[in-house]
């Protein structure tokens, strides 16, 4: 008989965090859903919880920048980070994060600015489709990932279920132009470009086609990426401890007083 999803374990850690690394992350994520004003976990707030486990640093810059995100030193030397994170939801057939693992699904991982690639005479509109997705994950490749040193992609993927999935990819794939095709989605909308990418094993022709593994928006210039969740993929529960405005202001307040009396603001009495 076939083993139900619902049967599998909960509980998958220990194999891109370690077990004390996952529970200082546990902890900081039970202070951030703490507050009254966090209800889900923003890209940001993870940089800095995952900068701190790992002893590294957080380099503040925005969301799906080409900056690394953090980066770690050591006696083998730095590493840098770039951080992506993705919500997800559970459902009847998949009812917990484990029950993800293996499971592909599409990241935002940069914000290729094909524009600087183009030639004296082209145009975002005059490229065929394969053309401009060419430009992308050349762009990717080399004024990216090559060009700001990403050593690591570091995936978090929160659940509504408060389970966490977490893995890493070191070094991060780049990819080979000549190893896919690209066609227009149709969802464009004014004289903006919305394709796809497709593995050339893919009938061109064929009339229905599989889950592509990018897509490229020319407006938002956001790329996304498909990536497999891996099996062995960290996988970690957070319990939710809620305080109410009034508790939060209570709990602050002394020494909120404190540092104001230390920077030699006046009191707000």
Partial sequence: MKKSIIQRPTR?????????????????????????????????????????????????????RPNPDLYVDSAAGRKNYSVKCEGMKTTVGRPNATSFLGRKMDFIVARPKVDELLAP???????????????????????????????????????????????EEDPPTVYDPNDYWWKDTGKATGSNRNIAGYPVAVDREGGQFPASSFRWTSGGKQFYAVYEIPVDADVFKVERIALTREELREALEEKLAQKKRIAGHPSST
């Fill in 12 to 64: 998958h850690m220990g194999n891109y965090l370690t077990e004390e690394q996952i529970e200082r992350a546990k902890l900081e994520l039970t202070l951030l859903f703490a507050l009254p004003f966090a209800k889900d976990l923003f890209g940001t707030a993870w940089e800095q919880i995952l900068a701190d486990i790992k002893g590294g640093i957080w380099t503040g810059k925005r969301d799906n």
């Fill in 121 to 167: 005479g082209q145009t975002i509109a005059s490229l065929d489709a394969t053309g401009l997705g060419s430009l992308v994950l050349r762009y990717y490749n080399e004024f990216i990932v090559s060009k700001y040193n990403w050593d690591v992609l570091s995936f978090v993927v929160p659940f509504n279920t408060n389970e966490f999935i977490y893995w």
